[in-house]
């Protein structure tokens, strides 16, 4: 349920803090915008549920490790890794990746997602669109 803060902006109560755990995520509607909220290392990150590529549910895909190369000491690529202190979120059409800390693609970062404000106040969250 919403309520309005200003003339353009309005407050929506999104759910309990408890509802967004370590690197768990929650999607909600916030008016006719639907919003993915994550959570990693305490830090609330939210989008739009549309992905910049062709409008893709990006926020209900698979949360994953973000891919690193393995370097020798020529700095040739000598295999990959996962980042296990890092997530990415894989879009569910077409598979495009974006990190959930920045909202930037993996391997364009001049493409984003578009983020959402969001606020966490006594044990609610709250997303302001
Ligand atoms: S719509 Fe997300 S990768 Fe194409």
């Given at each position: 349920?919403?309520?309005?803060?200003?003339?353009?902006?309005?407050?929506?109560?999104?759910?309990?803090?408890?509802?967004?755990?370590?690197?768990?995520?929650?999607?909600?509607?916030?008016?006719?915008?639907?919003?993915?909220?994550?959570?990693?290392?305490?830090?609330?990150?939210?989008?739009?549920?549309?992905?910049?590529?062709?409008?893709?549910?990006?926020?209900?895909?698979?949360?994953?490790?973000?891919?690193?190369?393995?370097?020798?000491?020529?700095?040739?690529?000598?295999?990959?890794?996962?980042?296990?202190?890092?997530?990415?979120?894989?879009?569910?059409?077409?598979?495009?990746?974006?990190?959930?800390?920045?909202?930037?693609?993996?391997?364009?970062?001049?493409?984003?997602?578009?983020?959402?404000?969001?606020?966490?106040?006594?044990g609610r969250i709250y997303v302001i669109a």
């Amino acid at each position: 349920m919403g309520a309005r803060c200003s003339a353009a902006a309005v407050r929506w109560d999104a759910g309990a803090s408890a509802d967004v755990p370590e690197r768990g995520r929650l999607v909600v509607d916030a008016g006719e915008t639907s919003v993915g909220i994550f959570r990693i290392d305490g830090a609330l990150h939210a989008y739009e549920n549309r992905c910049a590529h062709a409008g893709g549910p990006i926020c209900q895909g698979l949360m994953v490790p973000r891919v690193v190369e393995l370097l020798d000491e020529r700095r040739a690529i000598i295999g990959s890794a996962f980042d296990e202190t890092d997530l990415n979120i894989a879009c569910p059409w077409h598979g495009a990746e974006y990190s959930i800390r920045t909202g930037r693609h993996a391997g364009k970062p001049a493409i984003a997602l578009r983020r959402i404000p969001v606020e966490e106040v006594g044990g609610r969250i709250y997303v302001i669109a």
